[in-house]
């Protein structure tokens, strides 16, 4: 108890040092958080994908399209219990600063394949019934204020012309990771007026998203899908869907590697502000420490006190850079939004094991910080620590 009680003194002592330590170890472990927060979100596609989904696209370039032909003959192979075609569509909503993703898929076996995608039967039965209507997510349907029934055009660039959609249901995540910031419709609303203005292009997927009855079977069926349509006019690459979802993260991948070396500089920042703190500190404090040797106190009470102190500006800087973290990662996600950069990062949520890794971070420096000057403090003779000037 006397310890604690000279561990709160002591951390008292210079009032000002202390707490300017503990906002530079806040305002680290903010940016810690953030830069966290920041990647997670790169990877909220990957951590959404299921072991039981595959993607096949075209083995040249996402942007060539899979000829419609391919659709049945996949379903036939052993393991696949669905599929679905899938094709980004593009074009532009009012301006090009109102970007959103737009896709374009088979309604009934994509809900089916995609369960965390969640609305109400009645709007799920009138998405499927009508051929020009849309599902939209609910933070895209917030933004714009559209509600089930409205309107909206959008005008075609990849697909030329005007598209006017009616908005047949709003869709909510079952799980975090679920992206409601996007748009559905049918594939067969462009493939039919492609028929009629560029019979050429219709009869095509962009992709085909494959459902399959266990993980395990994954690389069989991919095999066996990619082997089918060997020298064909469309030779296809299957993947499972992380891996597709990876494929896109990795374009990004330098961005990523130098925020990850970022926050792991901010971390030896911190331990450098806490540690200079800590060792001036010790410094000051020898013909203290060498009066307390003298007095009985053993070199375990002196770890306990060093070790305390160094802890206790940590632990509250950590409190105080969790709390600013809080505040300010759902304001910084506000100015994405302001920028219309939601779309980039549909999910923006500070993590659980972000808040781990903070507080982990902070207890460690706090440890770290304290180990020379308890060292020195400990190895010190009392003669010299009382011939000490501090």
């Not at 995608?117 to 849309?134: A, D, G, H, Q, T």
Request: proline share 3%; charged share 20%.
């Amino acid at each position: 108890m006397k310890i604690i009680k000279l561990v709160l003194k002591n951390t008292l002592r210079h009032k000002l040092r202390s707490l300017l330590t503990a906002i530079g170890i806040a305002v680290a472990i903010f940016a810690f958080a953030l830069l966290r927060t920041v990647i997670d979100a790169y990877f909220v596609g990957v951590e959404a994908s299921s072991d039981t989904r595959l993607v096949t696209q075209n083995a040249v370039s996402l942007t060539f399209s899979l000829p419609l032909s391919y659709k049945e003959k996949i379903a036939k192979i052993p393991g696949v219990e669905n599929i679905c075609s899938g094709f980004w569509f593009g074009g532009t909503y009012i301006d090009q600063k109102n970007f959103f993703a737009r896709f374009a898929i088979d309604p009934e076996p994509f809900l089916e394949l995609y369960p965390e995608y969640v609305l109400p039967e009645s709007e799920r039965e009138s998405f499927i019934k009508e051929r020009n209507s849309c599902i939209v997510g609910r933070k895209l349907a917030n933004k714009y204020g559209w509600e089930v029934g409205d309107t909206f055009r959008l005008i075609g660039d990849i697909f030329p012309g005007d598209w006017d959609f009616v908005v047949r249901g709003i869709y909510d995540g079952a799980i975090r990771a679920a992206d409601e910031t996007q748009m559905f419709f049918h594939w067969k609303y462009i493939d039919e007026r492609l028929n009629q203005t560029s019979p050429g292009r219709s009869g095509q997927a962009g992709w085909y998203y494959i459902g399959i009855s266990s993980p395990e079977l994954a690389g069989e069926i991919s095999e066996a899908i990619d082997s089918m349509f060997d020298n064909s006019v469309a030779e296809t690459k299957t993947e499972t869907e992380k891996q597709f979802q990876l494929s896109f993260v990795s374009m990004v991948s330098t961005i990523i590697t130098a925020i990850r070396v970022i926050s792991v500089v901010v971390i030896a920042i911190i331990l450098l502000v806490l540690a200079n703190t800590m060792a001036m500190t010790a410094r000051e404090r020898i013909s203290e420490y060498a009066v307390l040797k003298t007095l009985g106190f053993r070199p375990k009470h002196l770890v306990g006190l060093i070790f305390g102190e160094s802890s206790l500006i940590a632990i509250f800087g950590g409190i105080l850079g969790i709390l600013i973290t809080l505040w300010m990662v759902p304001a910084f996600y506000g100015v994405l939004k302001q920028f219309n950069m939601e779309g980039f990062f549909p999910v923006f949520e500070i993590s659980k094991t972000t808040f781990v890794f903070c507080a982990i971070a902070a207890l460690a420096v706090g440890i770290i910080a304290a180990l020379f000057p308890t060292l020195k403090a400990v190895q010190m003779k009392i003669s010299d620590g009382l011939r000490q000037i501090g």
